[in-house]
């Protein structure tokens, strides 16, 4: 029972920073040390300490001796080694699930995800729009159904979502990311898996050109 405890505020500490990482509240070479995070999150320091090391495996932060932890930069070297890594799986693991010719049914998340950045952009709610895409791609590596690619990638959207919202507000609204969004979603509602892997990869190699050209523009400060 009490190991069962340890590991449920583990993964609470866990999920509390990660978000806090993603959303870029703990911004690029943010710094604190382990006893501060735990008074911060009302915690001991073992769960919080688990959950670091967790981080530090996903590549999210660093352990720095004696002095805490810190949140990993953004860097253009790692945006394009992630998106290169996206852009060979991504499309083959929706193609794949095209060849299935999934239902309706099957697919109705996806639809809502893109419904929903639709309703977003409408509001002028990025936020929202960028939970919605992000759900639009977990939600079709789940369906994918192979758990360690889910994982693997999964991992690396986290790493990739930083600076995917720190780049949102410096270019176009994504009209055109969601419309591609609806034209994947139609290949696979036909079962079309060469159409799905097609747009899929398109769309990947268009953002990522975008988001790798805004980073190396914007030259965020390498802390």
């Known amino acids: 029972m009490q190991l069962q405890k340890v590991r449920s505020r ?26 501060e995070l735990a008074s911060r999150l009302g915690m001991s320091r073992t769960p919080v300490h688990e959950a670091l090391i967790r981080l530090q495996a996903e590549g999210l932060i660093e352990m720095v001796p004696r002095r805490g932890a810190r949140v990993l930069p953004i860097r253009v070297e790692d945006m394009k ?16 699930l095209a060849a299935r010719n999934p ?18 952009l409408e509001r002028g709610d990025l936020d929202a729009w960028a939970a919605a895409d992000d759900r639009f791609h977990q939600t079709l590596l789940r369906l994918h159904g192979n758990q360690r690619l889910a994982a693997f990638v999964g991992a ?43 747009a899929f990869r398109l769309h990947r190699e268009r953002t990522s050109a975008e988001l790798i050209a805004i980073l190396e523009n914007y030259r965020l400060p390498q802390l």
């Open 81 to 96: 080694e992630i998106y290169e890594i996206l852009n060979a799986l991504e499309p083959e693991a929706a193609a794949h």
């Open 103 to 120: 239902g309706e049914k099957e697919i109705a998340p996806l639809d809502a995800a893109t419904a929903d950045m639709s309703v977003a």
């Open 156 to 198: 690396l959207y986290d790493q990739a979502h930083r600076a995917r919202m720190v780049t949102l507000r410096l270019r176009e609204p994504p009209i055109v990311s969601t419309a591609e969004h609806r034209v994947i979603l139609e290949f696979l509602r036909r079962g079309d898996a060469d159409g799905t892997r097609n």
């Open 10 to 35: 583990t993964d609470d500490a866990y999920l509390r920073l990660k978000n806090d990482i993603r959303a870029n509240r703990m911004a690029p070479g943010y710094l604190e040390p382990e006893p």
